[in-house]
């Protein structure tokens, strides 16, 4: 999808320029804009000299300069040359500084070259802050040779991005005298763009038009060089704003009909792209045309499914001519004519929420779901409007039901759990609160699966695996319920593999002993992908689906086998089908676009987008794919204007902000998206997920300080929620705050003392610093008995066992805690460090040896580049070498004597 604003700053970045700020000439912000009624007799004001000026009426006239001659025997001095020839290798060699350095020597020996002084700009162009050089390096090097396009282009773009409008278009119209952009050079349509633009800002509206219309011109017949242009190529795929810029100026040039001709232009080439609506409707209102804009603002509201955006357009084009009052009405009598067309139920019940009636939009949007129970739009806004009112367990119920109704939504509804759990403007559900809904009977089963999943959201194992159980147990069978199960088999990595096979034939067993036989044969099929036998679990899901089952998440795991299997044409073909069936579900999509991506089959990724945009405009993860397509085509700028939007807009949810946040990470901008957050978090301080990632944020960056005092401000708000403050000590304990580490977990054991993570850890913390050993043991004890084959768990008691000299003991627990040579996926390296030192004590020096390189094998087979392991595989080395040569081993110390 195409975006005006990320167009603009794209092709600035392109151009090697930092962010333009485009104005747009004829765009005013309407909330000042009287309604007819109330606005006096205008008498319209003549247009200005400037702007009625033609390009070659502009003053004043233009020639370029002839170029500076050197004497035959005028040549450059060597140590410049070697100078410059190290510049050169030391950008090879990705050294800017150095490369400034030689260059600044260079140009200092030879201030008469051309191409030193424009390199030196180019280099000055790249850092921070040195756009002043970087400008003065250039006027030196056009004082020499001013005949040429980049040189022109460079200085004219500089001083745009000043504001230094005079000097802009000065330079950009000698920009249009090279003898390179006379000879259609694949530059030509960037010096004609920023032209445009520069005039445009200063008044020369018929000159501006000009120079736009010339660029349409020549990009709707491009030349192989031009095609071959990535900055060209940006401006092709965006003629729509283009045109757009044309209406504008046409309107304010008083030629209304021939704006309006260019609009519909701009719109039948970028009909998806919302920001040139936006950009129409504002400009229309602008001159007043209230019909033209209230219709092409209604006409987004159904294009873009009623999205936040376009119901805050129709709003402002309705309030702007006076007539915001009728707008429930004009919707309310559109949707009672097109009662098909979703998009004018969805606005319509968000007016009614926003003029805070409620009673109303409720009664709409309950309506329309008892016709359509799978419209999760519909849930979600029913389930906003008991948020607003605070009422969690109201919106807590009205998810269960719904995915009691169509169990297929359950992987749809995820999202609106997760919105609803994490502490928020509005609060959050509690846990405990979950726990305590009543439900009817029928809903029972779901209730628990859901309860389950958010245990495991707050790392409450022993709650999930109970509330699993629970479910498991209910008859009718729920299917979800098993299917939870299974996928939960496994997760032990201590048990031997042979028992969670067992376990996952068991559970198909008792399916088809239910009377489930589809239910038996996909649970068989899961466990066969597990296990990587496409073909077989392919069978086995084809199977299921054959008697049956047609659940969407049979329906995926069976493309990922046919997939796997090497059945790709049956892969694909599944998931456009499933994504015509269920249009708002995102992981088909993102599948699907991942595969083709994967295969550089570019079209075909650009088709999935296309229908992903088609049916959900303004979905964070599409925006979030279009944007990395942005960054990964060059147009970085342009992919940072979408990812600050989905940050700003949409950061109730971490899985949209950790990827946003790799993205700017990848692009070496971390703090830009530090800044953003920062935005959010001043207008949304209790947005709990934007929060969260803003403080792994600045710890990546190192600002430690900024993030214990978010940390800190972000525990006060939550501060009768053991949840949420448990999620906090990870980020207390990564920024050295072992203190206050274990002051937060004291205050979660309170207010919960069944949490087993909170206890598990504050005993840890208390043994591994050799303090408290008489409270640590029994708080660890409390959570192995409630997850008695937690690892991490298994562990903490281990080690507590070891520092207080019981070494027999804690050898016990840490076997359990590693579990079976035969047990799935590998040992945490930090266990088998701990085991290795037991041994050690017990005068096992053998295996001790085999823990510790078996566990520094590990570390360095995965690459694994985080400060602990890091420091742990230091250790362990260190410890190594002392056992080869013979000296004493530096294990951990014991607090008691040691008594063996």
């Given at each position: 999808?195409?975006?005006?604003?990320?167009?603009?700053?794209?092709?600035?970045?392109?151009?090697?320029?930092?962010?333009?700020?485009?104005?747009?000439?004829?765009?005013?912000?309407?909330?000042?804009?009287?309604?007819?009624?109330?606005?006096?007799?205008?008498?319209?004001?003549?247009?200005?000299?400037?702007?009625t000026?033609?390009?070659?009426?502009?003053?004043?006239?233009?020639?370029?300069?002839?170029?500076?001659?050197?004497?035959?025997?005028?040549?450059?001095p060597?140590?410049?040359?070697?100078?410059?020839?190290?510049?050169?290798?030391?950008?090879?060699?990705?050294?800017?500084?150095?490369?400034?350095?030689?260059?600044?020597?260079?140009?200092?020996?030879?201030?008469?070259?051309?191409?030193?002084?424009?390199?030196?700009?180019?280099?000055?162009?790249?850092?921070?802050?040195?756009?002043?050089?970087?400008?003065?390096?250039?006027?030196?090097?056009?004082?020499?040779?001013?005949?040429?396009?980049?040189?022109?282009?460079n200085?004219?773009?500089?001083?745009?991005?000043?504001?230094?409008?005079?000097s802009?278009?000065?330079?950009?119209?000698?920009?249009?005298?090279t003898?390179?952009?006379?000879?259609?050079?694949?530059?030509?349509?960037?010096?004609?763009?920023?032209?445009?633009?520069?005039?445009?800002?200063?008044?020369?509206?018929?000159?501006?038009?000009?120079?736009?219309?010339?660029?349409v011109?020549?990009?709707?017949?491009?030349?192989?060089?031009?095609?071959?242009?990535?900055?060209?190529?940006?401006?092709?795929?965006?003629?729509?704003?283009?045109?757009?810029?044309?209406?504008?100026?046409?309107?304010?040039?008083?030629?209304?009909?021939?704006?309006?001709?260019?609009?519909?232009?701009?719109?039948?080439?970028?009909?998806?792209?919302?920001?040139?609506?936006?950009?129409?409707?504002?400009?229309?209102?602008?001159?007043?045309?209230?019909?033209?804009?209230?219709?092409?603002?209604?006409?987004?509201?159904?294009?873009?499914?009623?999205?936040?955006?376009s119901?805050?357009?129709?709003?402002?084009?309705?309030?702007?001519?006076?007539?915001?009052?009728?707008?429930?009405d004009?919707?309310?009598?559109?949707?009672?004519?097109?009662?098909?067309?979703?998009?004018?139920?969805?606005?319509?019940?968000?007016?009614?929420?926003?003029?805070?009636?409620?009673?109303?939009?409720?009664?709409?949007?309950?309506?329309?779901?008892?016709?359509?129970p799978?419209?999760?739009s519909?849930?979600?806004?029913?389930?906003?409007?008991?948020?607003?009112?605070?009422?969690?367990?109201?919106?807590?119920?009205?998810?269960?039901?719904?995915?009691?109704?169509?169990?297929?939504?359950?992987?749809?509804?995820?999202?609106?759990?997760?919105?609803?759990?994490?502490?928020?403007?509005?609060?959050?559900?509690?846990?405990?609160?979950?726990?305590?809904?009543?439900?009817?009977?029928?809903?029972?089963?779901?209730?628990?699966?859901?309860?389950?999943?958010?245990?495991?959201?707050?790392?409450r194992?022993?709650?999930?695996?109970?509330?699993?159980?629970?479910?498991?147990?209910?008859?009718?069978i729920?299917?979800?319920?098993?299917?939870?199960?299974?996928?939960?088999?496994?997760?032990?990595?201590?048990?031997?593999?042979?028992?969670?096979?067992?376990?996952?034939?068991?559970?198909?067993?008792?399916?088809?002993?239910?009377?489930?036989?589809a239910?038996?044969?996909?649970?068989?099929?899961?466990?066969?992908?597990?296990?990587?036998?496409?073909?077989?679990?392919?069978?086995?899901?084809?199977?299921?689906?054959?008697?049956?089952?047609?659940?969407?998440?049979?329906?995926?795991?069976?493309?990922?086998?046919?997939?796997?299997?090497?059945?790709?044409?049956?892969?694909?073909?599944?998931?456009?089908k499933?994504?015509?069936?269920?249009?708002?579900?995102?992981?088909?999509?993102?599948?699907?676009?991942n595969?083709?991506?994967?295969?550089?089959?570019?079209?075909?990724?650009?088709?999935?987008?296309?229908?992903?945009?088609?049916?959900?405009?303004?979905?964070?993860?599409?925006?979030?794919?279009?944007?990395?397509?942005?960054?990964?085509?060059?147009?970085?700028?342009?992919?940072?204007?979408?990812?600050?939007?989905?940050?700003?807009?949409?950061?109730?949810?971490?899985?949209?902000?950790?990827?946003a946040?790799?993205?700017?990470?990848?692009?070496?901008?971390l703090?830009?998206?530090?800044?953003?957050?920062?935005?959010?978090?001043?207008?949304?301080?209790?947005?709990?997920?934007?929060?969260?990632?803003?403080?792994?944020?600045?710890?990546?960056?190192?600002?430690?300080?900024?993030?214990?005092?978010l940390?800190?401000?972000?525990r006060?708000?939550?501060?009768?929620?053991?949840?949420?403050?448990?999620?906090?000590?990870?980020?207390?304990?990564?920024?050295?705050?072992?203190?206050?580490?274990?002051?937060?977990?004291?205050?979660?054991?309170?207010?919960?003392?069944?949490?087993?993570?909170?206890?598990?850890?504050l005993g840890?913390?208390?043994?591994?610093?050799?303090?408290?050993?008489?409270?640590?043991?029994?708080?660890?004890?409390?959570a192995?008995?409630?997850?008695?084959?937690?690892?991490?768990?298994?562990?903490?008691?281990?080690?507590?066992?070891?520092?207080?000299?019981?070494f027999?003991?804690?050898?016990?627990?840490?076997?359990?805690?590693?579990?079976?040579?035969?047990?799935?996926?590998?040992?945490?390296?930090?266990?088998?460090?701990?085991?290795?030192?037991v041994?050690?004590?017990?005068?096992?020096?053998?295996?001790?040896?085999?823990?510790?390189?078996?566990?520094?094998?590990?570390?360095?087979d995965?690459?694994?580049?985080?400060?602990?392991?890091?420091?742990?595989?230091?250790?362990?080395?260190?410890?190594?070498?002392?056992?080869?040569?013979?000296?004493p081993?530096s294990?951990?110390?014991?607090?008691?004597?040691?008594?063996?």
């Amino acid at each position: 999808m195409n975006r005006f604003f990320s167009f603009v700053l794209g092709i600035a970045i392109l151009c090697g320029a930092g962010c333009a700020h485009h104005q747009q000439p004829s765009t005013q912000n309407v909330a000042g804009v009287s309604p007819p009624s109330q606005m006096m007799p205008e008498v319209e004001a003549p247009l200005s000299v400037e702007a009625t000026l033609s390009l070659d009426q502009l003053d004043p006239k233009l020639q370029l300069s002839v170029p500076q001659t050197l004497a035959a025997d005028d040549v450059p001095p060597a140590k410049a040359v070697d100078l410059y020839a190290q510049a050169r290798v030391a950008l090879l060699n990705e050294d800017p500084a150095s490369a400034l350095h030689f260059l600044e020597e260079a140009v200092s020996l030879d201030p008469r070259s051309y191409e030193l002084h424009f390199e030196l700009g180019q280099l000055y162009q790249r850092q921070p802050s040195s756009d002043q050089q970087a400008i003065a390096e250039f006027e030196k090097a056009g004082a020499i040779e001013p005949d040429h396009l980049e040189l022109q282009l460079n200085l004219g773009r500089q001083y745009f991005e000043k504001a230094q409008y005079v000097s802009a278009i000065r330079h950009l119209r000698l920009a249009l005298l090279t003898h390179q952009y006379l000879a259609d050079d694949p530059r030509d349509p960037i010096a004609d763009f920023f032209l445009g633009n520069a005039l445009s800002h200063a008044g020369y509206d018929t000159a501006s038009l000009e120079i736009y219309r010339r660029l349409v011109s020549r990009l709707q017949s491009p030349n192989m060089a031009m095609r071959m242009s990535g900055e060209a190529d940006v401006l092709m795929d965006h003629l729509g704003a283009l045109h757009g810029e044309i209406g504008d100026l046409l309107l304010k040039l008083r030629r209304v009909k021939e704006g309006e001709f260019e609009y519909a232009e701009a719109l039948r080439i970028d009909p998806d792209d919302f920001d040139l609506r936006e950009h129409i409707v504002r400009a229309l209102l602008v001159e007043k045309k209230w019909t033209l804009a209230q219709q092409d603002a209604l006409d987004s509201v159904m294009r873009f499914h009623a999205g936040a955006q376009s119901l805050r357009l129709v709003r402002e084009a309705y309030r702007a001519s006076g007539e915001e009052n009728r707008l429930a009405d004009v919707l309310a009598n559109a949707y009672q004519n097109q009662p098909r067309n979703r998009s004018l139920l969805y606005a319509l019940a968000d007016l009614l929420h926003q003029q805070h009636e409620d009673a109303k939009a409720e009664q709409v949007l309950a309506k329309a779901q008892k016709a359509n129970p799978s419209d999760i739009s519909v849930i979600h806004r029913r389930m906003g409007i008991f948020e607003d009112r605070g009422d969690m367990i109201g919106a807590a119920k009205l998810l269960i039901a719904a995915a009691a109704a169509d169990t297929d939504l359950n992987e749809e509804l995820g999202p609106l759990w997760n919105e609803l759990i994490h502490p928020s403007d509005h609060g959050s559900l509690l846990l405990s609160q979950l726990s305590q809904v009543e439900v009817p009977s029928s809903q029972k089963a779901v209730k628990l699966i859901w309860l389950a999943r958010v245990a495991r959201v707050w790392h409450r194992e022993a709650i999930a695996r109970n509330a699993r159980q629970q479910a498991l147990s209910i008859q009718p069978i729920c299917r979800q319920a098993y299917r939870d199960e299974i996928d939960n088999i496994g997760d032990l990595p201590q048990l031997p593999r042979e028992q969670d096979d067992a376990a996952a034939q068991a559970l198909a067993d008792r399916a088809a002993t239910a009377g489930d036989a589809a239910l038996a044969a996909e649970l068989r099929g899961l466990w066969l992908s597990r296990r990587e036998h496409p073909a077989e679990a392919a069978d086995a899901l084809a199977k299921a689906i054959a008697q049956g089952d047609r659940s969407v998440e049979t329906i995926l795991a069976h493309a990922d086998a046919l997939r796997a299997s090497g059945d790709l044409k049956g892969f694909e073909s599944l998931l456009w089908k499933l994504i015509s069936d269920r249009p708002s579900f995102s992981l088909p999509y993102l599948e699907l676009y991942n595969y083709y991506l994967g295969l550089k089959m570019d079209q075909q990724a650009d088709r999935v987008l296309a229908r992903w945009f088609e049916a959900d405009p303004g979905n964070p993860s599409a925006l979030e794919l279009q944007a990395q397509a942005d960054m990964e085509a060059g147009r970085e700028s342009g992919g940072e204007a979408i990812l600050s939007r989905i940050v700003l807009q949409d950061s109730t949810d971490t899985d949209i902000l950790e990827p946003a946040g790799l993205m700017y990470a990848q692009a070496h901008h971390l703090d830009r998206f530090a800044q953003l957050l920062e935005q959010r978090q001043k207008l949304h301080p209790r947005s709990w997920p934007a929060n969260m990632v803003l403080l792994d944020t600045y710890i990546q960056l190192g600002r430690n300080e900024d993030a214990k005092e978010l940390a800190d401000s972000t525990r006060s708000l939550w501060s009768n929620d053991p949840d949420a403050l448990y999620g906090l000590t990870a980020v207390y304990s990564n920024i050295g705050q072992r203190t206050v580490t274990e002051d937060v977990l004291s205050q979660i054991l309170k207010l919960d003392p069944k949490h087993a993570g909170a206890a598990n850890d504050l005993g840890f913390s208390w043994a591994d610093a050799g303090v408290n050993l008489d409270k640590a043991e029994p708080l660890i004890r409390k959570a192995v008995d409630q997850e008695p084959q937690n690892a991490s768990f298994l562990d903490s008691l281990g080690w507590v066992l070891y520092k207080r000299g019981e070494f027999s003991q804690a050898k016990t627990y840490l076997d359990r805690a590693v579990g079976p040579e035969s047990s799935e996926g590998d040992p945490n390296p930090e266990i088998l460090n701990h085991r290795g030192d037991v041994f050690y004590r017990l005068g096992d020096e053998n295996s001790a040896k085999t823990d510790w390189t078996r566990a520094a094998k590990w570390i360095k087979d995965k690459k694994q580049d985080d400060g602990d392991l890091k420091t742990l595989y230091q250790a362990m080395r260190t410890k190594l070498q002392q056992l080869e040569t013979g000296k004493p081993v530096s294990v951990a110390p014991v607090i008691q004597k040691d008594t063996n």
